[in-house]
């Protein structure tokens, strides 16, 4: 048989420790950037707490987080 060094476990464990968790920083500032735009609290979730998916809106949250992760990656 064969054996392959590394895995899944390993890849996750390798991800956090080289990104130094960058990910998660876009996260949660994703997730506090619909808290204050769209009034959605993703710590205490309500049903009455929805956002219809629209393109523009999706657009408007990808486009933040990823100008947020440009300047965080300029400094």
């Given at each position: 048989?064969?054996?392959?060094?590394?895995?899944?476990?390993?890849?996750?464990y390798?991800?956090?420790?080289?990104?130094d968790?960058?990910?998660?920083?876009?996260?949660?500032?994703?997730?506090?950037?619909?808290?204050?735009?769209?009034?959605?609290?993703?710590?205490?979730?309500?049903?009455?707490?929805?956002?219809?998916?629209?393109?523009?809106?999706v657009?408007?949250?990808?486009?933040?987080?990823?100008?947020?992760?440009?300047?965080?990656?300029?400094?």
């Amino acid at each position: 048989g064969s054996y392959m060094s590394g895995g899944v476990g390993f890849t996750q464990y390798a991800t956090a420790a080289y990104t130094d968790n960058i990910p998660d920083e876009f996260t949660y500032y994703g997730m506090d950037y619909i808290k204050d735009k769209y009034k959605v609290d993703w710590k205490n979730p309500s049903p009455k707490d929805k956002v219809k998916p629209t393109y523009d809106i999706v657009n408007d949250m990808a486009t933040e987080v990823t100008l947020n992760a440009m300047e965080q990656y300029e400094q």
